[in-house]
């Protein structure tokens, strides 16, 4: 087994620090990453200090990766080496349940493998992409556009995703009216890609401080919810309301600005729960969904989409040492919009 470095959790309180990892042995459907960029998503941090469930330490996470091919195994069919590449969120599923077989194996029955934290088929810990390198099963190997900048494409293997899968299942386009609930790491990319999908888009944001940037990333309506004249002007205007916040929010008064058959679809996963009153949902007969990162055919969607539209996150490039300050920024809201590990820093 090859050994990277890399950088990982060793407790839930204590700072991430360098270290190094073993990979599995290149098998015959593997194909080997060397890593160039890895994101920072909130998701990290909640699993870290663990704050979803216990884990096992030492942690290596991060599932926004991108990277070049160095290697492939002797039956791989879908990538060379030289290839730009991406892996999102899990690299693995039974590939024999029913969610798996119609394409969704997000969804697998048998809970899919993801890419840090989770049991892997060898019954080991995966470790994720805050490393040099990683080895990952062809089938969960996504292929990065040209168009798309590199050190700017990691946030799409999970940001990107998660917000396009939810716009494309409720089939937004010309004609929509799409609300995004908060203008962070998720919701930037939401604003973007519903305005490239001809929505006509509006932002509910805490406050009005990311207005000028929201308007230039697509939105054609910004709103303070800590204003409460916004919910009584705003209410039974939208077909979709997308939640990136993970934070508790006041989610009968967002069910209120649905049109009929409206959907209010988490994304943003805050740990304590979102209670619901059921009439909320009585008039006109509103939804209140979860949708979770999406499948392989449709993140491999997602990027083809924006390259074709030029879009990309807003990222700011830290080194592996600026790590566990970034998690505090993150925390503090203190990033437009998304952090990038050039991970040239690990080696």
């Known amino acids: 087994m090859p050994t990277v470095n890399a950088f990982a959790a060793t407790s839930a309180s204590e700072p991430l620090s360098r270290t190094t990892i073993e990979r599995r042995d290149v098998g015959a459907k593997d194909v080997l990453i ?8 909130h998701s990290d941090i909640h699993t870290v200090r663990g704050e979803w469930g216990d884990i096992t330490y030492p942690q290596v996470v991060g599932h926004e990766i991108v990277g070049t091919v160095t290697e492939v195994g002797s039956e791989v069919t879908l990538h060379k080496v030289g290839d730009r590449v991406g892996v999102g969120c899990m690299v693995n599923s039974c590939r024999e349940c029913e969610n798996c077989l119609a394409g969704e194996e997000q969804y697998c029955l048998n809970g899919n493998t ?48 998660t917000t396009y899968s939810p716009l494309a299942h409720w089939k937004v386009g010309p004609g929509s009216r799409v609300a995004v609930v908060g203008m962070g790491g998720l919701g930037h990319m939401a604003v973007k890609i519903a305005h490239a999908m001809g929505a006509e888009v509006t932002v509910l944001s805490q406050s009005l401080s990311k207005q000028e940037d929201g308007l230039r990333l697509g939105a054609d309506h910004y709103y303070a919810t800590s204003d409460p004249e916004t919910f009584d002007k705003l209410k039974n205007t939208f077909d979709l309301i997308v939640n990136s916040v993970s934070a508790k929010i006041d989610i009968n008064a967002y069910l209120s600005l649905l049109r009929l058959d409206g959907t209010l679809v988490s ?76 991970v040239s820093t690990l080696a």
Do not use: W
């Open 34 to 41: 060397e890593i160039a960029y890895s994101g920072i998503c």
């Open 114 to 161: 993801g890419t840090y934290a989770s049991v892997d088929r060898d019954g080991s810990i995966t470790q994720g992409g805050y490393s040099t390198h990683i080895v990952v099963v062809e089938d969960f190997v996504l292929r990065v556009p040209e168009a798309i900048p590199f050190e700017k494409a990691a946030p799409l293997l999970c940001a990107g995703v």
């Open 267 to 342: 994304v943003g996963a805050p740990p304590e729960p979102l209670p619901v009153q059921v009439f909320s949902l009585f008039g006109n007969r509103r939804s209140f969904a979860g949708s979770g990162i999406g499948s392989i055919r449709e993140t491999q969607e997602m990027l083809d989409f924006c390259a074709e539209h030029d879009i990309a996150p807003e990222t700011e490039l830290v080194g592996a040492d600026d790590i566990n300050e970034a998690y505090e920024r993150v925390l503090a809201s203190d990033v437009r919009y998304r952090f990038v590990i050039d």
